[in-house]
């Protein structure tokens, strides 16, 4: 779950501490004090202190011993999953999805519920945070964090959404205030797709001999990138990175954009675009999830319009690849559901536009999470932050 593996300390700090340690641990490169030592070049007393702070404060359980290779056998040292929990919530269009991960990111409870086109905070957040309230039940002073996404730009530093024309209403009202009833925890906010991106770092990226560069495609309502740069999420200056829906391509020339513009990749590409023209032709769908289950029924038409889509991504698509040559291309939202059908247009562009070395060895994979991946990532975020070792060394001076 973290962005790195390897201890990352404050310019300035020449010890390393017992965040530091804990990152380690976590990380899999350390599972005993003697390890700690090798990594860290701390003495054992200095060690043993740290250790000793971590374990009073539940981070830290002493596991099995591991077999000895001479001499006395070294106790193991675990990361203790169940000091605490984190919640997560990712919030679309007409959807909303909530839930409890205790500190590995594994899910203790879960719900979703449908949101009415257009609601805004007012209507959503007070349902969100009575559901967060409910599955977290007793375990609400044991929260450490809140992960958040949305759709469109946000500002993670004021806890609000910057440019979102998806859920208009919602820009520069800060959320968490919301919450305080549920939880006096930090607020960690996230654009979606940055989210998703997010999700694999229990996945495709996972920090023992995972990947380390993806292109994570949201394709669903709208389209959006997430991009894992050395497993780094990539946001940009004004957390504008991955915008992949709203480039101009020819094929849209003068198709007016739900943002306000006309000629985006959305304007052909995106769910509700897809939708929007199925309902002038007469059929039954209300949303991009309709036209999958139809593509997943087997229509022909339903398939044609994904694979076309699919295909319209690929070629903007094939640009990132070679400006970032990439491990792996992941793809999830809603459109990914029908995989097969998404993937081959999304091949087809690729492998015919982006450069042979870009290509030669990069993998095309489904999102690990499928439709949980907003969520997950919601909960990895909130993870980073509250394990990062600053925050660990700030909760155990402060004594909890």
């Not at 007012?122 to 039940?137: H, I, S, W, Y």
Request: glycine share 12%; proline share 4%.
């Amino acid at each position: 779950m973290t962005e790195g593996v390897g201890v990352q300390r404050d310019p300035g700090r020449d010890l390393a501490t017992a965040g530091d340690l804990l990152e380690l641990l976590r990380s899999g490169r350390a599972t005993t004090r003697s390890d700690l030592r090798r990594l860290t070049g701390l003495s054992r007393t200095a060690v043993v202190a740290r250790v000793h702070a971590l374990t009073e404060a539940g981070l830290l359980v002493l596991g099995a011993e591991l077999a000895s290779t001479g001499g006395r056998p070294p106790g193991s040292l675990v990361f203790n999953a169940g000091a605490g929990v984190v919640l997560a919530a990712a919030i679309g269009r007409s959807r909303a999805q909530v839930g409890v991960f205790d500190l590995a990111g594994e899910e203790q409870a879960a719900a979703e519920f449908e949101l009415a086109l257009g609601a805004g905070p007012d209507e959503v957040m007070p349902v969100v945070a009575d559901e967060l309230a409910r599955l977290v039940g007793a375990r609400a002073r044991s929260v450490l964090g809140v992960g958040l996404s949305l759709p469109g730009v946000v500002d993670p530093e004021r806890g609000v959404s910057i440019d979102s024309p998806v859920i208009p209403g919602w820009n520069d009202v800060p959320l968490a205030p919301y919450l305080a009833e549920v939880t006096g925890a930090p607020l960690f906010l996230a654009n979606d797709a940055d989210a998703m991106a997010r999700s694999e770092y229990l996945g495709h990226a996972r920090a023992a001999g995972g990947l380390r560069d993806l292109l994570v495609v949201k394709a669903s309502t709208g389209i959006g990138l997430g991009v894992l740069a050395d497993r780094t999420i990539v946001t940009g200056s004004r957390g504008a990175a991955g915008d992949l829906g709203h480039a101009k391509v020819p094929e849209a020339a003068g198709r007016p954009c739900r943002c306000g513009d006309t000629g985006c990749l959305e304007t052909v590409a995106a769910g509700w675009a897809l939708v929007a023209r199925l309902q002038a032709e007469g059929h039954e769908v209300d949303h991009v999830r309709d036209l999958v289950a139809q593509a997943l029924g087997g229509d022909a038409e339903a398939k044609q319009l994904l694979r076309e889509s699919g295909r319209q991504v690929g070629e903007l698509l094939a640009v990132a690849i070679n400006l970032l040559n990439p491990e792996a291309v992941v793809l999830g939202g809603d459109m990914a559901a029908a995989y097969d059908v998404y993937a081959a247009g999304v091949r087809e562009s690729v492998y015919a536009r982006a450069s042979a070395v870009a290509t030669r060895e990069l993998q095309i994979l489904p999102a690990t999470y499928g439709d949980r991946a907003g969520l997950v990532g919601c909960a990895a975020l909130a993870l980073k932050r509250v394990l990062s070792p600053a925050a660990v060394d700030a909760r155990l001076a402060l004594g909890r």
